[in-house]
């Protein structure tokens, strides 16, 4: 494979990412325990659960953010600890919560961070760097925004910074909290629909943590829910998501029937006031 070719959906060199009885906390409270995971390469996979259940913790560990306390997080075999901090960079990219950009730096200086770990002191930037950073702006609808400072734009504007950052990093492996923060409706699809591109034309992995259960239905291949820092149940949404399942990991009755767009699970929550009544 050349320096410049995109990887295939089912690359079978994709990175393979895995947790193996992972132990994760704060002081002294443990929010995940004995957890095993593994990411199926090529492939998105959307990490679901209420609140506080340690979604965005698991997350953390596997963008090397958290050390376990226990257990382990595998990157090809090799401990995720152990990878090279460089080496690791050019594997993984990692869009986290609320992320803060430096004061007063551009949208195309913060997007060209996203280079830093493909240079080295005799590669320096490049035409290819130039070329990542201009598609990236460019996927994420950025282009007209790139000479403003990320301090004077919206919310929303923002993120999609944020994400052109990660996107243009180049790494086979993405890794997403939220990714929709901030965003209007229309924004969220298009920055899901991006995800997916990304996913289906360059063969990237990719991981998000998403609130919206329907929004994770239409985009993963692979859902993982959480509930109390385990895994409920993990696989396509087709097969886990159930009425069942809404009700022990969120609490909450629904109707779930087929979305006439995307032919997935659509989750209809019914509330105090909207309960279906008897005839």
Known sequence: MTDDAPLPRDDPDAPLLRAEGLRLGYDGRTVVNGLDLE?????????VGANACGKSTLLRALARLLAPR??????????????PTRELARQLGILPQSPVAPEGI???DLVGRGRSPHQTWWRQWSARDERAVSEALAATAMEDLADRP??????GQRQRAWIAMA????????LLDEPTTYLDLAHQIDVLD?????NRREG???VMVLHDLNHACRYADHMVAMKGGKVVAEGEPSTIVTEDLVRDVFGLRCHVGSDPVSGTPLVIPIGRHHAPTAS
């Open 39 to 47: 990411i199926p390469p090529g492939r998105v996979t959307v990490i």
């Open 70 to 83: 226990g257990g382990s997080v595998l990157l090809d075999g090799r401990a995720l600890r152990s990878v």
């Open 106 to 108: 551009t949208v195309a």
């Open 150 to 155: 990320v301090d004077e734009l919206s919310g």
């Open 167 to 174: 996107v243009a990093q180049e790494t086979p492996l993405l």
């Open 194 to 198: 991006l995800v997916a591109d990304l």
């Open 204 to 206: 990237r992995t990719v």
